[in-house]
């Protein structure tokens, strides 16, 4: 199945808040600002204890062979690792045995104990197969329930609604997600992410506690916000989602938000891989950082023509972050030739 045949123009979705945006500075390399203590070899080995290490990927789609090498990569740079974040797409297609099939291979590797799942749009692609073997639009959704889709999410993510809190040695994890598969309630759409009003008022009071306690938060979500990160302003990624204006106004307001989103599978080479995104009206001028998590499964760039072309070659790449007292670093990773691509520090408002 081609991963873009089932996105389409959402038609009368909020546009997105103007906003001042741009690639962090030194986001092709360590920014000039460096935490004041030092930052490590990316093994594990920093001078600071209170450094807290963890891994993010997206979009594995049923790529457990290079899924299996990323996780022998992590285990191998960051052997101590808080945990590792999953952006979404875990499975190609969301069946239940595609879940089991990730949980086998992840059982093989050392991995961290704490995993956070996010789910994505193609954990809702059962309802376009009338069996595993074959595809069937027509007949859309071939007798499977919307419940039956986050059923089976919940069953392996071990949880029981779709956004949620972790923490990764202290540091503060939100997972974020849709709540319906759009095109069950309107057949004009497929993908496009709806937020409950009480998701949002559950992120609203997180974000504010964390910042009361000036503690910088993780934010995980599958599909990228417009104007943001890499492909975030071609046409197929600006209508992900249905209400993004309420998300950037609560994500905007602090300065120590890092959202990470796949979904694109932009390859982290670009320079847009790490921006600021300044959204007017929140009184917060320095904006909030977007970080792209790269992909396990192909990657892709622009075609220059308002579409994108894959990246030929072995493709498999993700982040390390490391939290410091007073700094992030970000550090994008290719899993497929075992190298570090570049990194970023991004330094704490507190």
């Given at each position: 199945?081609?991963?873009?045949?089932?996105?389409?123009?959402?038609?009368?979705?909020?546009?997105?808040?103007?906003?001042?945006?741009?690639?962090?500075?030194?986001?092709?390399?360590?920014?000039?600002?460096?935490?004041?203590?030092?930052?490590?070899?990316?093994?594990?080995?920093?001078?600071?204890?209170?450094?807290?290490?963890?891994?993010?990927?997206?979009?594995?789609?049923?790529?457990?062979?290079?899924?299996?090498?990323?996780?022998?990569?992590?285990?191998?740079?960051?052997?101590?690792?808080?945990?590792?974040?999953?952006?979404?797409?875990?499975?190609?297609?969301?069946?239940?045995?595609?879940?089991?099939?990730?949980?086998?291979?992840?059982?093989?590797?050392?991995?961290?104990?704490?995993?956070?799942?996010?789910?994505?749009?193609?954990?809702?692609?059962?309802?376009?197969?009338?069996?595993?073997?074959?595809?069937?639009?027509?007949?859309?959704?071939?007798?499977?329930?919307?419940?039956?889709?986050?059923?089976?999410?919940?069953?392996?993510?071990?949880?029981?609604?779709?956004?949620?809190?972790?923490?990764?040695?202290?540091?503060?994890?939100?997972?974020?997600?849709?709540?319906?598969?759009?095109?069950?309630?309107?057949?004009?759409?497929?993908?496009?992410?709806?937020?409950?009003?009480?998701?949002?008022?559950?992120?609203?009071?997180?974000?504010?506690?964390?910042?009361?306690?000036r503690k910088p938060v993780m934010v995980l979500t599958h599909h990228p916000l417009p104007n943001t990160v890499s492909g975030t302003r071609n046409d197929l990624y600006k209508g992900d989602y249905l209400q993004p204006?309420?998300?950037?106004?609560?994500?905007?307001?602090?300065?120590?938000?890092?959202?990470?989103?796949?979904?694109?599978?932009?390859?982290?080479?670009?320079?847009?891989?790490?921006?600021?995104?300044?959204?007017?009206?929140?009184?917060?001028?320095?904006?909030?950082?977007?970080?792209?998590?790269?992909?396990?499964?192909?990657?892709?760039?622009?075609?220059?023509?308002?579409?994108?072309?894959?990246?030929?070659?072995?493709?498999?790449?993700?982040?390390?972050?490391?939290?410091?007292?007073?700094?992030?670093?970000?550090?994008?990773?290719?899993?497929?030739?075992?190298?570090?691509?570049?990194?970023?520090?991004?330094?704490?408002?507190?």
């Amino acid at each position: 199945m081609e991963r873009r045949a089932f996105i389409s123009a959402t038609g009368g979705t909020v546009a997105a808040s103007a906003a001042v945006l741009g690639p962090v500075a030194g986001a092709g390399a360590s920014a000039a600002a460096e935490p004041r203590r030092g930052h490590g070899n990316g093994h594990g080995h920093g001078h600071d204890r209170d450094v807290v290490r963890f891994n993010v990927i997206s979009d594995i789609q049923g790529d457990l062979g290079d899924f299996g090498r990323a996780l022998d990569d992590m285990a191998e740079t960051n052997p101590r690792s808080a945990g590792l974040g999953v952006a979404g797409d875990i499975t190609p297609r969301g069946y239940d045995f595609e879940y089991a099939a990730v949980r086998a291979e992840i059982k093989k590797h050392r991995h961290p104990k704490k995993v956070a799942w996010a789910i994505g749009n193609h954990e809702f692609y059962v309802p376009k197969y009338r069996d595993p073997d074959t595809l069937a639009q027509e007949s859309w959704p071939n007798g499977t329930t919307e419940d039956s889709l986050f059923r089976s999410f919940y069953r392996f993510a071990e949880r029981g609604r779709v956004f949620e809190e972790m923490s990764f040695g202290g540091v503060p994890v939100l997972l974020l997600g849709t709540e319906r598969y759009a095109k069950y309630h309107n057949p004009k759409l497929w993908d496009e992410v709806w937020i409950s009003d009480k998701q949002f008022a559950w992120l609203e009071e997180r974000l504010r506690y964390w910042s009361r306690r000036r503690k910088p938060v993780m934010v995980l979500t599958h599909h990228p916000l417009p104007n943001t990160v890499s492909g975030t302003r071609n046409d197929l990624y600006k209508g992900d989602y249905l209400q993004p204006d309420r998300l950037l106004g609560l994500l905007g307001r602090y300065p120590d938000v890092f959202l990470f989103s796949g979904h694109t599978h932009w390859d982290l080479d670009l320079s847009d891989w790490v921006v600021r995104r300044v959204v007017p009206d929140t009184a917060n001028l320095a904006g909030f950082n977007v970080i792209n998590t790269g992909a396990i499964q192909t990657g892709f760039r622009d075609n220059g023509k308002g579409g994108e072309t894959a990246v030929e070659g072995a493709f498999n790449q993700g982040l390390q972050i490391e939290v410091h007292r007073d700094a992030v670093l970000i550090r994008a990773r290719d899993f497929a030739r075992r190298r570090w691509m570049k990194e970023i520090t991004v330094p704490l408002s507190r």
